[in-house]
């Protein structure tokens, strides 16, 4: 099992900053994708970013140049810089891991974390 702690969330005024922070634990060994999707209301969940190991990034086009995601792998935690911030990345943020076997290549299981909102202000 994987739990993950997120925080950061706020609120801020459109053109305005927010830092989210992913903190993951447990059986953590086979994690091989971390990263952000979030959710608006009334729509679907949409990746916002994801760092696979090996440092490799996807960024959803809306927020490229915008957004930043970074990993400490010492300390286990993802984090997602969100810059010049627009009324449409409200949402909640939800943290996401993938764990992967290598033996099988294949994926074992995914988790995410309990979201946390943001909200931007025009």
């Known amino acids: 099992q994987v739990q993950l702690v997120e925080s950061g969330g706020g609120l801020v005024q459109a053109g305005g900053s927010l830092r989210l922070s992913c903190a993951a634990s447990?059986?953590?060994?086979?994690?091989?994708?971390m990263g952000w999707y979030r959710q608006a209301p009334g729509k679907q969940r949409e990746l916002v970013a994801v760092?696979?190991?090996?440092?490799?990034?996807t960024y959803a086009d809306s927020v490229k140049g915008r957004f930043t995601i970074s990993r400490d792998e010492w300390k286990n935690t993802v984090y997602l810089q969100m810059s010049s911030l627009k009324p449409e990345d409200t949402a909640v943020y939800y943290c996401?891991?993938?764990?992967?076997?290598?033996?099988?290549?294949?994926?074992?299981?995914?988790?995410w974390g309990q979201g946390t909102q943001v909200t931007v202000s025009s």
């Open positions: 760092i696979l190991s090996g440092d490799s990034i």
């Open positions: 447990g059986s953590i060994s086979r994690i091989n994708v």
């Open positions: 996401y891991v993938r764990r992967w076997r290598w033996d099988t290549m294949k994926v074992q299981d995914d988790y």
